[in-house]
T-cell receptor
Framework: AQTVTQSQPEMSVQEAETVTLSCTYD???????LFWYKQPPSRQMILVIR??????QNATENRFSVNFQKAAKSFSLKISDSQLGDAAMYFC???????????????FGKGTKLSVKP | DTGVSQDPRHKITKRGQNVTFRCDPI?????LYWYRQTLGQGPEFLTY????????KSRLLSDRFSAERPKGSFSTLEIQRTEQGDSAMYLC?????????????FGSGTRLTVV
């Protein structure tokens, strides 16, 4: 079974600085997708960025980028120029892309709570 | 279309009562998912539908839980004989079946408190 591990329960960053959130995963599959979701307090979960495992190029979305290391099964999220609105829980998630695999199942880590200091 | 809607936002019930939650997905999305999230944890998969067919159920979905999506549009999640351990946020999400790399769109959730 696939697992997702986020080893940092809480992180803090100064406004305008850069922070990196860690995520590792375990799978025997070769084809899958990885995601980072943001969940602000009492608000819905929002997709931040996605990565296809077959793509070597790291995904980037404005101030958000990932460092995808397939061999190491590592998928970290870098937030540049942090803003107060970035404060939230961040969840790393895995989804199989294998036909016949658990395609309906987005597997989440336990999350990292990010605080942004003004 | 304003996204995924869940009703109610909050539900307080006495132990042993039955509760039902509703989810209205994005209209063009043919997949609908239910997740449960407890405090300090990531969401845990419960079940998902493609159109009206329930394609996968987690072992977390005990016999007291039942989900339906009768016309392939909205879905309901019913919990019978609620227990205190059922207290959690129940999240609904939807997506297109094609392009599995597409992320899900989540609703705001239904927070269930069993007293």
């Amino acid at each position: 079974a696939q697992t997702v591990t986020q080893s940092q329960p809480e992180m803090s960053v100064q406004e305008a600085e850069t922070v990196t959130l860690s995520c590792t995963y375990d799978t025997s599959e070769s084809d899958y997708y990885l995601f980072w979701y943001k969940q602000p307090p009492s608000r819905q979960m929002i997709l931040v960025i996605r990565q296809e495992a077959y793509k070597q190029q790291n995904a980037t979305e404005n101030r958000f980028s990932v460092n995808f290391q397939k061999a190491a099964k590592s998928f970290s999220l870098k937030i540049s120029d942090s803003q107060l609105g970035d404060a939230a829980m961040y969840f790393c998630a895995y989804r199989s892309a294998i036909y016949g695999g658990s395609q309906g199942n987005l597997i989440f880590g336990k999350g990292t709570k990010l605080s942004v200091k003004p | 279309d304003t996204g995924v809607s869940q009703d109610p936002r909050h539900k307080i019930t006495k132990r042993g009562q039955n509760v039902t939650f509703r989810c209205d997905p994005i209209s063009e999305h043919n997949r609908l998912y239910w997740y449960r999230q407890t405090l300090g944890q990531g969401p845990e998969f419960l079940t998902y539908f493609q159109n009206e067919a329930q394609l996968e159920k987690s072992r977390l979905l005990s016999d007291r839980f039942s989900a339906e999506r009768p016309k392939g549009s909205f879905s309901t999640l019913e919990i019978q004989r609620t227990e205190q351990g059922d207290s959690a946020m129940y999240l609904c999400a939807s997506s297109l079946a094609t392009g599995q790399g597409n992320g899900y769109t989540f609703g705001s959730g239904t927070r269930l408190t069993v007293v």
